[in-house]
């Protein structure tokens, strides 16, 4: 032990020796005042401590840490299902808001990228610390194959619910991808970019540009690349497909030979897909079937005019794997607003960042739609349509933010708050017909004599003496209204159905 008198002197010296798995670490500690001794001591204690934290961080298990759920995030993504419910039963009474034929955007086209944006939000905060890549990366790919199972059950052709109480398909014309699908790539690729490249956070400063260096966009940048010059420098041939008619198989043959085509016949979307999926695992029933120059009940559905070109009757997937690709931008900008929503603590702030690019976006979708360079369209998913949907996307997320977390108005959304809490439960059992299926299969002697067959026509069809009124009103109460209740019963009761 050291003598006291020659410690007070500050000629004593001791060392601490910190033992952490098997490692020593020595610091010299220097009691009383040399010269720099203080700044000695700090800096040794610094070091040690920092050392500690680093193997602690490693060996101890990573405790979660309850955080306050994004009121406006659940709300959004909410929105997103009702619209979805709304346009798939609406739709066909409605022509107006269900998808463009072609060039152009309804209620409808908005339902997609909407998706994909709040993706993009929930992946940037899901992301905001990562204790351990390897799991992230394992919980990623994890979600991604169980996506891809949903998409391809949901919309591969197994399940004809709700019209036809029958399952099974046939694996030559099976659909491989689909909405969920997409989603798939979409999160897979953003969120793995989101958790393994590292990131400049800690020189974000509070002005309005650096959020935009501080990460790396290089997902939307790669994606836009690759789409841009495959849409515009891909050679498309001829090409030609067999289909059912007058109980005979016909074939139909469409003259392209040529690059850079943003119609229906001669697009190198289309010519993707039918190069790496097969033709026969296409899309059935495309919306340009309800072009003019399809049929005459144009924009609704309706019987080929005569003269209607081969490609009306071909097969077309709007989902595809070039489409998908442009898709990722859209995931990418949601990550940004979810960026923004972490590094800025400000009300006012956020909403000038999420505003600003919002309009941003929305001036350059329609120069460009407007003046033929590139435009609008979901079926291409066109980079006019990923920006001008984008940006309505960040005005209406801008819009929830203001009223739900900064006026405190959160009652009137709270129904859209639990259908966004459970949006895959909701998706599957209303968008994808699954539960009216169910309820489809205990009919009465026929099996067009069902309950569901019932309530739309007699409680409101007959009642409003319109079937347009009628089917608006049976989506708002029957659907909408019915999984508004359920998810909020599943919420008090603390039930989600999480992928």
């Known amino acids: 032990m050291e003598d006291p008198k020659r410690m007070e002197e ?8 910190a033992n952490i798995d098997g490692e020593k670490i020595h610091l010299s500690e220097k009691v009383g005042k040399t010269d720099g001794g203080d700044e000695n001591e700090k800096e040794e204690r610094r070091a040690v401590h920092d050392h500690l934290a680093e193997h602690e961080a490693d060996r101890q298990p990573v405790v979660k840490q309850k955080s306050k759920r994004v009121a406006t995030l659940d709300a959004f993504r909410g929105l997103t299902i009702v619209l979805m419910i709304l346009v798939d039963d609406a739709g066909g009474v409605y022509p107006r808001i269900d998808h463009s034929p072609w060039n152009g955007c309804t209620l409808a086209d908005f339902v997609m990228p909407f998706f994909l944006f709040i993706v993009g939000v929930a992946i940037a905060l899901a992301f905001k610390r990562i204790p351990k890549r390897r799991d992230a990366v394992k919980k990623i790919i994890l979600r991604t194959l169980k996506l891809l199972f ?23 014309l099976i659909r491989w991808f689909g909405i969920l699908q997409r989603i798939a790539l979409v999160y897979m690729v953003v969120a793995l970019i989101e958790a393994l490249i590292p990131k400049n956070r800690q020189t974000i400063e509070p002005d309005r540009f650096t959020i ?77 079937s309800r072009l003019k120059a399809c049929t005459l009940s144009s924009p609704a559905s309706g019987p080929f005019r005569k003269d209607a070109p081969s490609w009306c009757r071909a097969p077309f997937e709007p989902e595809g794997l070039l489409s998908s690709i442009s898709a990722i931008l859209s995931g990418t900008i949601g990550i940004h607003y979810g960026h923004v929503l972490i590094h800025f603590k400000g009300h006012a702030e956020r909403l000038r960042q999420w505003v600003s690019m919002g309009v941003i976006l ?31 996307a960040g005005i209406v997320f801008s819009g929830f933010y203001v009223l739900i977390d900064v006026w405190g108005l959160r009652p009137p959304f709270l129904f859209l708050e639990w259908i966004g809490m459970n949006a895959m439960l909701v998706y599957v059992m209303a968008a994808q017909g699954i ?59 603390g039930i989600y159905w999480k992928l």
């Open 10 to 17: 500050g000629l004593g010296h001791t060392a601490l020796v």
């Open 150 to 172: 949903w998409g391809v059950l949901l919309q591969g052709g197994y399940s004809h619910a709700p019209s036809d109480l029958a399952y099974g398909v046939d694996m030559k």
């Open 212 to 288: 935009f260096t501080a990460y790396r966009w290089i997902a939307g940048f790669i994606s836009f690349v690759i789409y841009m010059v495959t849409t515009f420098a891909l050679y498309v041939p001829d090409w030609s497909f067999t289909v059912d008619e007058d109980h005979e198989r016909r074939r139909y043959t469409v003259e392209c030979g040529m690059r850079g085509h943003l119609g229906p016949a001669c697009n190198a979307v289309g010519y993707v897909d039918r190069e790496v999926w097969g033709i026969n695992h296409l899309y059935q029933y495309p919306v340009w």
């Open 362 to 392: 929305l001036i350059v979708a329609i120069i460009l739609h407007f003046t033929d360079a590139i435009p609008i369209n979901k079926q291409l998913y066109s980079f006019s349509y990923v920006c001008f949907t984008a940006g309505a």
């Open 435 to 493: 539960f009216e299926g169910f309820i489809n299969g205990w009919y009465y002697k026929s099996p067009d004599n069902t309950l569901v067959y019932w309530i739309q026509e007699h409680v409101f069809n007959d009642v409003w003496h319109s079937e347009r009124v009628g089917t608006l009103l049976y989506v708002l109460f029957a659907q909408i209204t019915f999984w508004a209740v359920v998810s909020g019963v599943l919420h008090k009761l």
